[in-house]
T-cell receptor, first 114, second 115 residues
Framework: DSGVTQTPKHLITATGQRVTLRCSPRSGDLSVYWYQQSLDQGLQFLIQYYNGEERAKGNILERFSAQQFPDLHSELNLSSLELGDSALYFC?????????????FGPGTRLTVT | AQSVTQLDSHVSVSEGTPVLLRCNYSSSYSPSLFWYVQHPNKGLQLLLKYTSAATLVKGINGFEAEFKKSETSFHLTKPSAHMSDAAEYFCVVSVGGSNTGKLIFGQGTTLQVKP
């Protein structure tokens, strides 16, 4: 158990809908990351927050947004969902905001868009 | 730009034999390099990391990797495979020259361990 929790574990929704994925980092970690894992794209970095502020952005679609709250938990919002958004979404956390810090991954949220 | 290439999508070994998972990287900066493992239906776990200290890095569960700058390689090895090593392995490079935690993942290598 990495100490990073993600809810829900599974999510099934229809195209055009909006969902929110939630992540609680390990105690003491200030940085949160979101990743998308799909069969065709592999594991891709989406976005990083550090102590409530956006630190880095990857290949995140405009339909997707995220935020980190004062208690350091984070939410990833996916809207106008398409079939291609079906994937496993991972959250990770680390103490610091640099890549040299180990990132601890949550168990993921599996999103299925029908 | 940084990139990472895992040279084998699938590796099959017998239990008790050595494991070699190959990874080449491209980076304009001195990179941080990592190997992560993903067991079926689980999250990712860090095996080991290289951050410009010793070039031979020892990780968990008997794995190690050697950073070779001249060959731009960071291959993962283990002297003797165990059935529990069967999993997906990812070679990962940091986006150097920035103050972020952004990582770039390779496409993954599936390790099969036969009894």
């Amino acid at each position: 158990d990495s100490g990073v929790t993600q809810t829900p574990k599974h999510l099934i929704t229809a195209t055009g809908q909006r969902v929110t994925l939630r992540c609680s980092p390990r105690s003491g970690d200030l940085s949160v990351y979101w990743y998308q894992q799909s069969l065709d794209q592999g594991l891709q970095f989406l976005i990083q927050y550090y102590n409530g502020e956006e630190r880095a952005k990857g290949n995140i679609l405009e339909r997707f947004s995220a935020q980190q709250f004062p208690d350091l938990h984070s939410e990833l919002n996916l809207s106008s969902l398409e079939l291609g958004d079906s994937a496993l979404y991972f959250c990770a956390s680390s103490v610091g905001g640099y890549s040299s810090y180990e990132q601890y991954f949550g168990p993921g949220t599996r999103l299925t868009v029908t | 730009a940084q990139s990472v290439t895992q040279l084998d999508s699938h590796v099959s070994v017998s239990e008790g034999t050595p494991v070699l998972l190959r990874c080449n990287y491209s980076s304009s900066y001195s990179p941080s390099l990592f190997w992560y493992v993903q067991h079926p239906n689980k999250g990712l776990q860090l095996l080991l990391k290289y951050t410009s200290a010793a070039t031979l890095v020892k990780g968990i569960n008997g794995f190690e990797a050697e950073f070779k700058k001249s060959e731009t390689s960071f291959h993962l090895t283990k002297p003797s495979a165990h059935m529990s090593d069967a999993a997906e392995y990812f070679c990962v490079v940091s986006v150097g020259g920035s103050n972020t935690g952004k990582l770039i993942f390779g496409q993954g290598t599936t390790l099969q361990v036969k009894p």
